[in-house]
């Protein structure tokens, strides 16, 4: 099913009687305060449903961007008045002057983003700021659309439109505040209006008197009174250090035209003299300027914020670039910027420095070949134009002028007002008349948001209790099925349980964890894209040199990486298990664990039992049904499509030699032959083939004719389940460099599986050496990552500094561990040590070259059963299989928060647990 504006609240709002619906809203209906009837603009009469995660990915953008802004004339320009001047005021040193001493007061301003929103969410197209932001008016159109669809404001669907002009009122009543002096009770709000004509004051009084109404509605919370003012700027004059307007003393001064440059002396001296809250100031002429989008993120990919913020830069903000750079780095290639710009026009659009209502945008993609060369000359020679490559929007269904629902594209305006988020409105257009720039001045429809503010579309009132515990939000249905002596831990010496897997080695949870399809997206996602990225380090970082990948992965032996790089060449499948923690409505990767040795998989078999334990699992007769990924079978299946991709022998038989290495006790031999066969056979079945698995150590194996053998048994995969690696016979070897074995466990491996691959895939994604989705999701999930190199400097939070003086100064935000080391050893939680500890660790990193330090990611906190049964906050590591194309499920490794120790691994205590996928019965069906 096509995704529409009403996203998963499709089904609750549209039923039969709407269908006869006008497409568009009456203005002119009497809900509608009088200001605003005739309005311009069309509306349209069904809202955009906005999903709580995009509403909060807004919220962050909204505040985060504004206050980066600020940052610009001294993190880029040094507050060099001349660079300011040259830049923004076309070479006006006064203005820059002027403009800098009033952006170093760093006061909260309003800012209205303009944004698209993608597969990879949000991208920011340019922000708006000061106090002419067009869309904050919506919110007055919001009677009519609720009482077109009464659903929306009953408050069953958790779901609301945001106040704007109230929560921006309550923002400047929250500034003027702090300009009152003491024993004041009254605040005054003075907005300037253009030089109007007589016939214009009626207006004016109509506009006072709709911001007074809002205004008294809101200064009543905070004990006080007050007015706001429309006139001329002429009209207030400063005396004794007091700005006033007919005796009044006024305390904010807003201008709301846009178009007004010019600031009068006195309040001027008023803010300068921290009189008044003023937002128009000078400084927010530079914040405006859409060419900071370009200096935003040249200071992110110096690392001149913190590495939340550089990161969140580089998500939010597309590749942009100033018109008048010779050259550019894009997609990871350098480029003549004039050149690219004409040879791959779809991919760009050129736009104003200062441009408004979509005047001045050229979008390549829309244009032809001689407009498109017409536009980047008068960009070259007007100087003040930025280049961003083109963002298509995720086109949704949603009513065009004639209520046909068909493909829109979406602009979503977001505000921010300091701290607060204020909202956001959308412009949209259909596709079929798309011409590139969404905006109302050229035909878009605007329409109004609701945004969740729970998510219980889905659920009862009593499911939302608790949610953060393990189970999410099916707590209160497991917990009232389940019985209340359910013992914390699985009985490892069940019958129920494979030979292999009695007396398993490590607790496994009674209870499972519970997630539903956003986490499953996510996870998805990573497990598919990341390893792929992973194998093409050689060639994109290294350039497939030998020699540096020799130094880099195998001590500069130029032989083993000559060998690595013949079996990474040959570009087979290997299976993969990301490490991951879950914060913050984020997945970041710690570790990537690459071949057949990956452990986790083992606790699938331990699904009939927790289903025996929670009958709810089974229930069919509920709108929920829970499906937990066989990993196992992923892999079984995952393993015979690459068996047959090497060579399907003419008899149709397919087997496989896994190798445990040498074991005191051969039983477990035949364990895991009779576990591994019971799925193989039954796989191969399906496909109408037969074969086997035999497990045993590297003896019985020998080379015939090009091709691998045990004993007499044709062998066409070897995979090894080992960490503890012995020398391979070279007959395997030369099996797969014939091409006659498939062997993921080949020595390219070495390189895959090194941790400091992590360090190297974020710095070609600062590259855009992948795609701009891959670039943004290894960006936002693998975190701040560098090899340990005594004596050098690493930029890290913004700084440049020596690694061992970032090491010292950062022990509660860094972890150490060693770029190939296992099951939780050489890692060094720094949170988690004494100082006289956490040196140690950095002596060793120093001394030994395969050492990383990452930033410190900790875990959202769960509730979950402790080993006597209570139920206490947990942190939690995810292990996520990727097997090819195929997401092959995820397992969990959780920690008592109590116990913690930084490292939550199997071998070091974690308790172990099986995961859950809720799921709808209307997802089956459909």
Known sequence: MEKTILFDYQNLIINASKKALPALINTNAEEVPEILRNFKYPISSWPVILPKKDSEALAECCVLIPKLLQ???????????????DFYFDGNETLAHFAILCSQKKIDISCRLDLIKTTTGFKVLEVNAGSSLGGMEFQNFEPVISGMHPELSNGELGIVAMPTQQIYIDFIIQKAISYMSEGEEEINIFMVGTEFYEKDLIAYKEAENFYNEIFNNEIGKYKKKGSVIINRMSEVKLKNNVLTYKDKRIHVVLISDFALKDISPDIFRAFMMNAIYFPDHQGVGMLRDKRNLVLLRRLAEEGKFSASENEKILTYIPWSVLINETTTLYKGSEHILEVLLQEKKDDFVIKVADGLQGNDVFIGKFLSKEAWSDAIKKAINEKKYIVQEYIPSDYLLAPNKNNEWTPHSLIWGAFGFGDAYGGTWVRMAAKENALGAINAATGAVEVIVYEEISVNHHTNNEEKEITNSIL???????????????????????????????????????????????????????????????????????????????????????MLAQYAMLCHQKKIEIGCRLDLTYSDNEFKILEANVGSAIGGWQVQSFDHIIRDQHTILNDTETEHFYESRNTQLYYINFLIDNLIKIKLPDDDTINVFMCLGVADDTSIYKNTEDFLNELFQQELSKRGLKGRVCVADYSSLHLMNGKLYKDDLLIHGLAIL????????????????????????????????????????????????????????????????KKITPNSKVLYRGKTELFAQVLKNNKENLVIKASNGSQGEDVFVGKFLTDKEWEEAINLAENTSTFIAQEFCNSNSNIAPNKIGEWTPHKLIWGAFGFGENYGGVWVRMSEEKTDIGVINSASGAVEAIVYERLFFETLIL
């Open 71 to 85: 940052e610009i004339p001294e993190l880029y320009f040094e507050n060099n008045t001349k660079k300011i001047a």
């Open 722 to 785: 080992t960490l503890n690696k012995e020398d391979l016979p070279p007959d395997v070897f030369r099996a797969f460099f014939i091409g006659n074995l498939y062997f993921p466990d080949h020595l390219g491996t070495i390189m895959y599986g090194d941790k400091r691959n992590l360090e190297l895939l974020r710095t070609l994604a600062e590259q855009q050496a992948f795609s701009e989705e891959d670039n943004d999701l290894v960006l936002n999930s693998i975190p701040w990552t």
């Open 472 to 558: 999410g939000e099916a707590y209160n249905q497991l917990m009232s099925n389940t019985s209340k002596n359910l013992p914390a831990f699985v009985d490892l010496t069940s019958k129920k349980l494979p030979k292999l897997l009695q007396e398993y080695h490590y607790p496994v949870s009674s209870w499972p964890v519970i997630i539903d399809t956003d986490i499953v997206d996510k996870l998805k996602e990573l497990c598919v894209r990341i390893p792929k990225m992973i194998q093409q380090i050689p060639e994109l970082y290294f350039k497939n040199d030998l020699k540096k990948i020799a130094d880099f992965y195998f001590n500069g032996d130029n």
